[in-house]
């Protein structure tokens, strides 16, 4: 069976970074495991998760993504588990757990560096990432990737109208847009909705807020095995 190919012109490749280009996600369930080992004298491991989640849902649209947030949210997690009995202690060990998680090193997924290469020069290469701006920037400088690409877009969130403004901006046609990333939710349907093409390079662990349980079955998306399979869709 032959691969099936992106349909139309492809002219931009976004990627997204989180865990597409290198790893995220097990960084922070890290973090949250200590986190929650932190506050197991108070209630266990999975109820102090759920009730980290349930903050985090509901600072989203205060404080957007990335770990400045989480670290807010891990805060005040602390007042509420303990109902407000905790000390300063459980506090600063939680801080030191996010300034952490912000020093990670960057571990690039297997075949990154050279789909990069072998798609630099041949189209527009964009990196369309959430987070908080200067962690990503620190990130990125420090993947050794930024000579890769064309732009780079630390966006506040991933719906249609963000990516309505970033084809604005690099002047593309939806049609001519390609979104690679390991999040359904944000790197595939809004892209599909706005008449882009979507790549899903699915990742072994995606946050809760990420997760989409049905299937996509559209014209203009495609599912690859890994990153190295995007190479043989395009033409
Ligand atoms: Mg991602």
């Keep these: 069976m032959s ?85 300063l202690e459980l506090v600063n060990k939680t801080i030191a757990l996010g300034q952490e998680l912000l020093q990670k090193p960057i571990e690039l997924l297997d075949g990154v560096e050279e789909v990069l290469t072998k798609l630099n020069g041949r189209y527009r290469l964009v990196l369309a990432t959430k987070g908080d701006l200067l962690d990503q920037e620190r990130k990125l400088v420090k993947s050794g990737l930024e000579h890769h690409f064309h732009h780079i877009e630390v966006m506040s969130d991933k719906k249609e109208r963000d990516y309505r403004k970033l084809l604005k901006h690099l002047d593309c046609r939806a049609e001519n847009f390609l979104m690679v990333g390991n999040s359904i939710k944000s790197d595939v349907l809004p892209v599909l909705e706005l008449g882009g093409n979507a790549v899903h390079v699915p990742y072994h662990t995606t946050w809760a807020h990420e997760k989409v349980s049905h299937r996509i079955e559209h014209p203009n998306f495609l599912e690859a095995e890994n990153i190295l399979a995007v190479l043989n869709m395009l033409d």
Excluded: R
């Design 3 to 87: 691969t099936p190919k992106t349909s139309g012109k492809i002219e931009v490749i976004a990627f997204d970074a989180d865990d597409t280009l290198w790893v995220n996600e097990p960084y922070f369930q890290e973090t949250e495991h200590k986190f929650c080992a932190l506050l197991e004298d108070f209630l266990p491991h999975h109820t102090v998760s759920q009730e980290l989640f349930k903050t985090e849902m509901e600072n989203l649209a205060l404080y957007g993504y990335g770990v400045k947030g989480f670290m807010l949210s891990m805060i005040e997690t602390i007042s509420k588990v303990t109902e407000n009995t905790a000390g």
